[in-house]
């Protein structure tokens, strides 16, 4: 059975750094694309990606703040998010596929975690 669980949401300050952590079991995704989504205002929208050969794409609205990262075993992803804003207030949740192609569509992708809240507040 696979599983994705994430890590490292909490409460932080304006302008502040937070890093999460999506593990992986069942099997692993080194070759496969895995996302970062958010949920807020009651839709759930495209972070970022890394695929396969290599590649990241992010939302304009997190470009140059948040990393995304992964292990070379795929049974790891992370999210380094930097100078936060109150608007990436939100659930993050991890998101996986088999396949390397990034899509930026939430219904493309096949393994869900559970989510962890990340709260931004001046």
């Known amino acids: 059975q696979v599983q994705l669980v994430e890590s490292g949401g909490g409460l932080v300050r304006t302008g502040g750094s937070l890093r999460l952590s999506c593990a992986a079991s069942g099997r692993t995704f080194n070759s496969d694309a895995m996302a970062w989504f958010r949920q807020r205002h009651g839709m759930r929208e495209f972070v970022a990606a890394i695929?396969?050969?290599?590649?990241?794409d992010y939302d304009r609205t997190v470009k140059g703040r948040f990393t995304i990262s992964r292990d070379i075993g795929g049974n790891a992803l992370y999210l380094q998010m930097n100078n936060l804003k109150e608007e990436d207030t939100a659930v993050y949740y991890c998101a996986a596929r088999t396949g390397g192609t990034i899509w930026y569509t939430p219904s493309k992708y096949e393994y869900w975690g559970q989510g962890t809240q990340v709260t931004v507040s001046s």
């Open positions: 695929g396969s050969p290599v590649i990241t």
